[in-house]
């Protein structure tokens, strides 16, 4: 009987290990998934500005009548 009861203690603390282990990979996730967004939104917003500086590039092109055409 003590055997099975020392099995049952040792198979609580393995759990434990496993749900402390389960804990830790949760944080990491969410702190992955954090800096991915974070990291989108960078790239987001430099792909963007580039749009942005293209269009103004060829607004101020068809303005210029003067501007070199292909």
Known sequence: MDDMSEQIDSMADQIKKINNRI???ELQIKSTESNLKSEI???EGLILDEVERIHNILNRH???????SA
């Open 41 to 43: 939104h960078k790239s």
């Open 23 to 25: 804990d830790f990979l």
């Open 62 to 68: 068809m303005a210029d009548p003067k501007a070199h």
